[in-house]
């Protein structure tokens, strides 16, 4: 989740269902309100660390974590005791008495959690470079099939997978890096549109493809 230090204006952010354990590249997103991170892998309610100084969040899903631990009163009242601006917990409304409750029966966390030398990139030069190229893959080659699969209700299709996938290697400038960032956001974000929403995508993408090749032409 990488991609998310270069997006600091994104509102809504879809990881569920992905693998992820670390939550700190999302600090920096001070826009964010919404924020969906069920199955995933934190074993940790330190990660909430890196929520706390997101002043917009009101919407959180960590349900179906390793951090949510036996203890399903515990694990609300330390979320909501570090994050007491949220107004949904796991497709659950807050309640003020909730709050109030969660000063005392949860946990502060005041400090990010401990990381492993592998887990903070401390291992070789091989090492960090396979754990560069692999966690990303697995991203997002998850998120296009469910993406792909909301698609096919409306017959759209997708960039070829092999295309997006190779920007990284073939293209090196800022731009381009900026590029892939940004495609590689909103192929995310497109799991939490219906049918509507994605008609309205794609008649907008074809109206800004058609508007693109009429520029090239007339450049021509």
Same mark, same amino acid.
């Given at each position: 989740?990488?991609?998310? &230090?270069?997006?600091?204006? =994104?509102?809504?952010?879809?990881?569920?269902?992905?693998? =992820?354990?670390?939550?700190?590249? *999302?600090?920096?997103?001070?826009?964010?309100?919404? *924020?969906?991170? &069920? %199955?995933?892998?934190?074993?940790?309610?330190? /990660?909430?660390?890196?929520?706390?100084?997101? @002043?917009?969040? %009101?919407? *959180?899903?960590?349900?179906?974590?390793?951090?949510?631990?036996?203890?399903?009163?515990?694990?609300?009242?330390? !979320?909501?005791?570090?994050?007491?601006?949220?107004?949904?917990?796991?497709?659950?409304?807050?309640?003020?008495?909730?709050?109030?409750?969660?000063?005392? +029966?949860? !946990?502060?966390?005041?400090? @990010?959690?401990?990381?492993? @030398? !592998? /887990?903070?990139?401390?291992?070789?030069?091989?090492?960090?470079?396979?754990?560069?190229?692999?966690?990303?893959? $697995?991203?997002?080659?998850?998120?296009?099939?469910?993406?792909?699969?909301?698609?096919? /209700? !409306?017959?759209?299709?997708?960039? @070829?997978? +092999?295309?997006?996938? $190779?920007? $990284?290697?073939?293209?090196?400038?800022?731009?381009?890096?900026? %590029?892939?960032?940004?495609?590689?956001?909103?192929?995310?974000?497109?799991? /939490?549109? +219906?049918?509507?929403?994605?008609?309205?995508?794609?008649?907008?993408?074809?109206?800004?493809?058609?508007?693109?090749?009429?520029?090239?032409?007339?450049?021509?």
């Amino acid at each position: 989740i990488s991609i998310c &230090r270069d997006l600091p204006n =994104i509102e809504v952010i879809t990881f569920s269902v992905n693998g =992820i354990s670390d939550l700190e590249p *999302l600090h920096q997103c001070q826009n964010l309100s919404e *924020l969906y991170l &069920r %199955r995933n892998n934190i074993r940790s309610l330190d /990660e909430l660390f890196y929520l706390k100084t997101l @002043p917009r969040l %009101r919407v *959180l899903w960590l349900a179906e974590n390793p951090c949510c631990g036996p203890d399903p009163h515990r694990y609300r009242m330390t !979320v909501l005791r570090n994050l007491p601006c949220l107004q949904k917990l796991d497709n659950q409304a807050v309640t003020e008495e909730e709050l109030s409750q969660a000063l005392v +029966d949860g !946990v502060e966390i005041t400090a @990010p959690p401990a990381r492993s @030398p !592998v /887990e903070n990139g401390w291992c070789s030069t091989a090492s960090s470079a396979a754990g560069a190229t692999t966690e990303p893959q $697995s991203l997002l080659s998850c998120s296009l099939e469910d993406t792909n699969k909301t698609q096919d /209700e !409306v017959d759209m299709k997708l960039v @070829p997978r +092999d295309k997006y996938s $190779s920007f $990284s290697t073939q293209e090196t400038d800022c731009s381009c890096k900026k %590029r892939n960032n940004v495609l590689n956001a909103i192929l995310l974000l497109m799991e /939490e549109l +219906d049918a509507e929403g994605l008609e309205i995508i794609q008649q907008t993408a074809v109206r800004s493809l058609q508007a693109l090749q009429k520029k090239e032409l007339q450049e021509e």
